[in-house]
């Protein structure tokens, strides 16, 4: 299993540029989530999916938005990038029911918007 | 949701035990104590959660005092793999629907060799 897997590791923008972050799990998860977390600071939620065709906002979904057609595939679109997305980006998933609802992480992003 | 108090830091020599509080004053009866570490910028990893009894596992034990507004994990032989920084995270487990997780500033713990 490779678990959660994100592309691209690094990127860099410029203003006013759009990227999409990809996101893939192959747990069978049908819980999937992404955070931000900018630096010297905790995570922040911006969305998160609980199936195929279904997703909601978290803390801070201003400026991003995601799809989720598959249930291994949870794309993060920016739109019109601003330096106040530079941060890195997590994406994680989880079961469902029961049990710890321990959500395991990808190896993140790292954006830079200049 | 209830806050976490952590010390923004802590030091332990390797191989000693590792104790790291934190204070969730105003957890509420359905809220579970879960504790997440991330070394060095890589993506968070679970290590334990808790409702009110003790839990050991292959990585750490968590101790909830009986009043649960605090709890302590415990790294029991700390080695230098172990430096990071941990976040105590306290949230009710959905019995539907996904778990929306709260990361506050953690504890960095430094391993000294």
């Known amino acids: 299993n490779a678990g959660v897997t994100q592309t691209p590791k690094f990127r860099i923008l410029k203003i006013g540029q759009s990227m999409t972050l990809q996101c893939t799990q192959d747990m069978n998860h049908n819980y999937m989530y992404w955070y931000r977390q900018d630096p010297g600071m905790g995570l922040k939620l911006i969305y998160y999916?609980?199936?195929?065709?279904?997703?909601d906002k978290g803390e801070v979904p201003n400026g991003y938005n995601v799809s989720r057609s598959t249930t291994e595939d949870f794309p993060l679109r920016l739109e019109l990038a601003a330096p106040s997305q530079t941060s890195v980006y997590f994406c994680?998933?989880?079961?469902?029911?029961?049990?710890?609802?321990?959500?395991?992480f990808g190896p993140g992003t790292r954006l830079t918007v200049l | 949701d209830a806050k976490t108090t952590q010390p923004p830091s802590m030091d332990c020599a390797e191989g000693r035990a590792a104790n790291l509080p934190c204070n969730h004053s105003t957890i509420s009866g359905n809220e579970y104590v879960y504790w997440y570490r991330q070394i060095h910028s890589q993506g968070p990893q679970y290590i334990i959660h808790g409702l009110k009894n003790n839990e050991t596992n292959e990585m750490a034990s968590l101790i909830i005092t009986e009043d649960r507004k605090s709890s302590t994990l415990i790294l029991p032989h700390a080695t230098l793999r172990d430096t990071a920084v941990y976040y105590c995270i306290v949230r009710a487990l959905p019995p539907q629907g996904a778990q929306k997780l709260v990361f506050g500033q953690g504890t960095r713990l430094t391993i000294n060799p």
């Open positions: 999916s609980v199936g195929a065709g279904i997703t």
């Open positions: 994680a998933s989880s079961s469902t029911g029961g049990g710890s609802n321990e959500q395991f």
